[in-house]
């Protein structure tokens, strides 16, 4: 065991001029992902949705590359991040989804950042700040989701406060549960009810410029009718998974790969993390991976996952640690400290791609991409 041991050969992680561990984001995919949503939505604008640091791919870059091919408005969820936006110097129209606080208002009318109204009670409580602070508001429908929005039969009721507030509305909008099913049905039924308030609106003169429900599943399958505006999200990050279908044109945009540590050779019988969970069964070489559970990649991944190198797919053994994994490779494989592992690639058939990962999981891509930590590097081509 000491002689294989003497093998190994250690580097202090990140002394190359990347990090240890970066998820590179190819921006050309990312605006060839917007076009072919929007090819889905002829004559629609793109209202992009960059929440949660664009999904784990960094909202700024990723908001300046889409604006600048010519996105017409962004959406997060929070006024923080709306913030973070005009910060960075990014114009564009932006829409929080979900702040409901008074004291928000007046900061997000003097950015210039449109609220969601996401309730009756949000409604009233606008009511004596919006005066003084004319902020741009939309309102949501609950067409289906059951966790935000009017109701269409608390439309009626509101209708005062509606009509008090109807300069500052710019939208309307709702939000589809489940329009990747085949059958659509859950999606038809979402769409009567957003047409069901419209109209309960529109009797009352209230007819606000933008109309918009459809997710990235809900653009691509058309369910759009009447709609000025999609709200994507996943589709531009090339990560919808569509049960029937690939969605055609679609690519993912990030790779995380991370730089190897420790390449050595061991013996049979070498336990590997904590718990010892694996132990190699032959001689192997193990390649440790500036990566862990800190970063965002995931535990529950311990001796699931793969890592791909030089075209090959290798097993992660042991427990994911905090800051480390471990790939196994053959004994004699050519792999030694500096070199690089791909833990998520973009390769949608590799069993380390993101939803594939995701499967692994019991989750959907969108947990797996958020996840990534910001320690982890992000490098943009
Ligand atoms: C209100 C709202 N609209 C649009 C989107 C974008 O959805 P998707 O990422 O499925 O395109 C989201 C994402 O969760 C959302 O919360």
Same mark, same amino acid.
């Given at each position: 065991?000491?002689s294989?041991?003497?093998?190994?050969?250690?580097?202090t992680?990140g002394?190359?001029?990347e990090?240890?561990?970066?998820?590179?984001?190819?921006?050309?995919?990312?605006?060839?992902?917007?076009?072919?949503?929007?090819?889905?939505?002829?004559?629609?604008?793109?209202?992009?949705?960059?929440?949660?640091d664009?999904?784990?791919h960094?909202?700024?870059?990723?908001?300046r590359?889409?604006?600048?091919?010519?996105?017409?408005?962004?959406c997060?969820?929070?006024?923080?991040?709306a913030?973070?936006l005009?910060?960075?110097?990014?114009?564009?129209p932006?829409?929080?989804f979900?702040?409901?606080?008074?004291?928000?208002?007046?900061?997000?009318?003097?950015?210039?950042? #449109?609220?969601a =109204?996401?309730?009756?009670?949000? %409604?009233?409580? +606008? /009511?004596? *700040?919006?005066?003084?602070? $004319?902020? !741009? @508001?939309?309102?949501k429908?609950?067409t289906?989701?059951?966790?935000?929005?009017?109701?269409?039969?608390e439309?009626?009721?509101?209708?005062d406060?509606?009509?008090?507030?109807?300069?500052?509305?710019?939208?309307?909008?709702?939000h589809y549960?489940?329009?990747?099913?085949?059958?659509?049905?859950?999606a038809?039924?979402?769409?009567?009810?957003?047409?069901?308030?419209?109209?309960?609106?529109?009797?009352?003169?209230?007819?606000?410029?933008?109309?918009?429900?459809?997710?990235?599943?809900?653009?691509?399958?058309?369910?759009?009718?009447g #709609?000025?505006? =999609?709200?994507?999200?996943?589709? %531009?990050?090339? +990560? /919808?998974? *569509?049960?029937?279908?690939? $969605?055609? !044109? @679609?690519?993912?945009?990030?790779?995380?790969?991370?730089?190897?540590?420790?390449?050595?050779?061991?013996?049979a019988?070498?336990?590997?993390?904590?718990?010892?969970?694996?132990?190699?069964p032959?001689?192997?070489?193990?390649?440790?991976?500036?990566?862990?559970?800190?970063?965002?990649?995931?535990?529950?991944?311990?001796?699931?996952?793969w890592?791909?190198?030089?075209?090959g797919?290798?097993p992660?053994?042991?427990?994911?640690?905090?800051?480390?994994?471990?790939?196994?490779l053959?004994?004699?494989?050519?792999?030694?400290?500096?070199?690089?592992?791909?833990?998520?690639?973009?390769?949608?058939?590799?069993?380390?791609?993101? *939803?594939?990962?995701a499967?692994?999981? !019991?989750?959907?891509g969108?947990?797996?991409t958020?996840?990534?930590?910001?320690?982890?590097?992000?490098?943009?081509f």
């Amino acid at each position: 065991m000491s002689s294989d041991r003497s093998q190994a050969c250690e580097r202090t992680p990140g002394q190359a001029g990347e990090g240890p561990l970066v998820a590179r984001v190819d921006l050309s995919q990312l605006v060839a992902n917007m076009n072919c949503l929007r090819r889905a939505a002829p004559g629609l604008g793109m209202l992009a949705v960059v929440k949660a640091d664009a999904y784990g791919h960094g909202a700024v870059p990723v908001a300046r590359s889409l604006v600048a091919a010519g996105a017409e408005g962004l959406c997060v969820a929070t006024l923080a991040e709306a913030l973070e936006l005009r910060q960075h110097g990014l114009q564009a129209p932006l829409l929080v989804f979900g702040d409901r606080r008074p004291e928000s208002v007046p900061i997000a009318a003097a950015h210039a950042i #449109d609220l969601a =109204v996401v309730s009756a009670e949000h %409604l009233r409580d +606008l /009511l004596p *700040l919006v005066a003084q602070h $004319p902020v !741009g @508001l939309h309102l949501k429908l609950d067409t289906g989701m059951g966790n935000t929005g009017f109701q269409v039969a608390e439309l009626g009721a509101a209708m005062d406060d509606l009509q008090a507030l109807r300069p500052n509305l710019r939208g309307v909008m709702g939000h589809y549960t489940d329009a990747e099913a085949p059958d659509g049905k859950s999606a038809l039924l979402q769409r009567q009810t957003f047409q069901a308030g419209l109209a309960r609106l529109r009797e009352a003169g209230i007819a606000p410029p933008m109309v918009h429900h459809a997710n990235s599943a809900g653009c691509l399958r058309g369910f759009t009718e009447g #709609d000025t505006h =999609v709200r994507c999200g996943i589709g %531009l990050y090339g +990560l /919808l998974d *569509l049960p029937d279908a690939e $969605p055609a !044109g @679609l690519r993912p945009i990030l790779e995380l790969s991370a730089e190897v540590t420790r390449a050595v050779r061991v013996p049979a019988g070498t336990p590997v993390g904590y718990g010892s969970t694996w132990v190699a069964p032959h001689p192997v070489t193990l390649a440790t991976l500036a990566c862990g559970y800190a970063d965002g990649f995931s535990r529950a991944l311990s001796n699931r996952a793969w890592a791909g190198f030089n075209g090959g797919t290798y097993p992660l053994v042991g427990t994911v640690s905090m800051d480390a994994v471990v790939a196994v490779l053959p004994a004699d494989a050519a792999i030694r400290a500096g070199d690089r592992m791909t833990l998520l690639s973009r390769h949608p058939e590799d069993p380390h791609s993101v *939803l594939q990962t995701a499967r692994l999981l !019991g989750t959907i891509g969108y947990e797996v991409t958020c996840a990534l930590h910001r320690r982890v590097t992000r490098q943009y081509f």
